[in-house]
Structures are given as structure tokens and as C-alpha cells.
């Protein structure tokens, strides 16, 4: 896995809007700087999403279990792209169409690594054949599994720290989605849906002194 720490990301504000850039480093040192990012669900024919243990080298949350996929779009690269990208590169798989069902605005701050979430998160939803192939990199991906996202949300209650803290937030999404169905085409924001779904737990205030959701070790998180 080559690092991405000097790749850009794109800085925006509460609602989304462009404005600057930072390396991804820069983005995740504390307190962060909310940039741009995004949140792959692979959802099969049975209605299961696709669950992956991130690799022990990575520099936030190793070894949790996240969505599908996740990243950053490059500033101004349309969300589709970028999200097929690094689903060829995590996962192996070729191109899927993607569907926004919602966006999700978190702070989560990681305690093992010191490192920071502070993210204007773009949630993607892709069906997929119950045949599909994957070829995970070793590098990215520990463990892929299949869970049915209702019981999911159960077991992130249960016991959330095995569970990256943004993947509560992100299956209520899907579950519940903020936005109408849309193609992700482009890295254009929508300028609803950033406030938690209903039955998230309550927000708290980040350095930019919005409301947010406040997704360290807690469950209803990114």
C-alpha cells in the first residue's frame, strides 16, 4: 500500500462548499479540518452490506470494522470516480454504479492513534450481484464479511468498539436515507441531509463550533 498521507483533500464548510485544500495529514492532525470525504456500501441482492476489517498499518481506526469502503475524493474529482478507485484498489472490484442516500457530518477522534475524523462524509450505495468477485488488498482490507445492516446496528449497540465509530451513522443512511436517490456523478454537495438520522445519539460541538455528531467510541458514529 502506497501512502496516501500527501494525497489532497478538499476543505469545505458545514454545508459542503469547496473551500481550499490540505494534504490528507494536514486534514487529520487534531483539532482537524473538515474536508470532504466519502462512504461505499456494497448492498447484495439479500439486502446484506459488505463489511471490512481495515489492516493494521492503517493510521486511523486499524483493525475496526467499516463499511464497504471509504476515502476522500481529490478536490473537484467527481464522487463516483473517486469512490470507484479506491474500490478497485481496497477491494479489487470493478466498477459499480452508486446511488447518494444520505450525508453524514462527524467528529471522531482516535484514541489509540491520536489522529482525528473530521469529515463532510458523502454516503454511497451500490447493488451488487450475489456472484461478485473481490480480491482484497492485504495492505487495506483484513477480513471482509456479509451482515444484515438491521443487525449490524444491533451489534455496533452491543459493542462499538470493534466497529470503526462512523459505521453506525453510516447504515442509518441507508437504512433511513437524507437524501432523494441520486447518481454520485459528481463531488458537488448536497446541502441537506449533514445533521444525524433520527435515532442517532446527540450531537456535540466540534472545532468549528458546529453541532455535530461526535462519533468517538459510541455508537450512531461514521
Not at 478538499?10 to 459542503?16: A, C, K, R, S, T
Not at 454511497?124 to 482484497?136: F, K
Amino acid at each position: 500500500m502506497k501512502s496516501r498521507e500527501s494525497h489532497l483533500v478538499e476543505l469545505v464548510d458545514d454545508n459542503g462548499r469547496a473551500l481550499g485544500e490540505a494534504t490528507v495529514s494536514a486534514a487529520h492532525q487534531a483539532p482537524g479540518r473538515l474536508h470532504r470525504a466519502f462512504s461505499v456500501l456494497l448492498v447484495d441482492p439479500d439486502g446484506r452490506v459488505l463489511l471490512q476489517r481495515r489492516a493494521e498499518v492503517k493510521t486511523r481506526f486499524p483493525l475496526r470494522w467499516a463499511n464497504s469502503c471509504c476515502g476522500h475524493p481529490l478536490p473537484a474529482e467527481p464522487l463516483a470516480e473517486a469512490a470507484n478507485r479506491r474500490l478497485a484498489e481496497e477491494l479489487g472490484a470493478e466498477p459499480v454504479s452508486l446511488t447518494e442516500v444520505g450525508v453524514y457530518l462527524y467528529y471522531a477522534e482516535d484514541p489509540a492513534t491520536g489522529r482525528v475524523e473530521f469529515e463532510y462524509d458523502h454516503v454511497l450505495r451500490a447493488d451488487v450481484p450475489a456472484d461478485l468477485t473481490l480480491g482484497p488488498d492485504p495492505d487495506e482490507v483484513a477480513e471482509l464479511r456479509w451482515v444484515d445492516p438491521t443487525r449490524l446496528m444491533t451489534e455496533i449497540d452491543a459493542d462499538p468498539r470493534t466497529y470503526a465509530p462512523w459505521l453506525g451513522g453510516v447504515v442509518s443512511r441507508l437504512l433511513r436515507p437524507t437524501l432523494p436517490a441520486t447518481a454520485a456523478a459528481t463531488g458537488s454537495a448536497a446541502a441537506t441531509g449533514s445533521d444525524a438520522a433520527t435515532g442517532d445519539t446527540a450531537g456535540s460541538t466540534t472545532p468549528s463550533g458546529r453541532r455535530v455528531d461526535d462519533a468517538a467510541e459510541r455508537s450512531g458514529g461514521r
